[in-house]
Nanobody
Framework: VQLQASGGGLVRARGSLRLSCAAS????????TAWFRQAPGKEREFVAA????????DYADSVKGRFTISRDNAKNTMYLQMNSLKSEDTAVYYC??????????????WGQGTQVTVSS
């Protein structure tokens, strides 16, 4: 599975962005998928995950109630709707596919990352 993240950009605090992660290959629907992010000088951290069917989701406490993860298996695409953005959400966002978990090590496939910058 090859993953391509897009949709990042510069947005003001309290604004919104929608990230997309397009996957190649018909096996996309076999995998759970997730978003991670890495801010400058910090380690990459879990943001949100969704099961292969879309029936189960999980979020980091820092984004609960503001971010929504979803997927469309017919389009081989996963999304992250980000609302009420804060300056601390500034990071490179990565999409990943693998086994449902909050841990990076369970994800076998990674996208290249898309930059999200939130100005205060």
């Amino acid at each position: 599975v090859q993953l391509q993240a897009s949709g990042g950009g510069l947005v003001r605090a309290r604004g919104s962005l929608r990230l997309s992660c397009a996957a190649s290959g018909r096996t996309f629907r076999r995998y759970s998928t997730a978003w991670f992010r890495q801010a400058p000088g910090k380690e990459r951290e879990f943001v949100a995950a969704i099961s292969w069917s879309g029936g189960s989701t999980d979020y980091a406490d820092s984004v609960k109630g503001r971010f929504t993860i979803s997927r469309d298996n017919a389009k081989n695409t996963m999304y992250l709707q980000m609302n009420s953005l804060k300056s601390e959400d500034t990071a490179v966002y990565y999409c990943a596919a693998g086994a449902l978990s909050v841990y990076q090590g369970t994800y076998d496939y990674w996208g290249q990352g898309t930059q999200v910058t939130v100005s205060s």
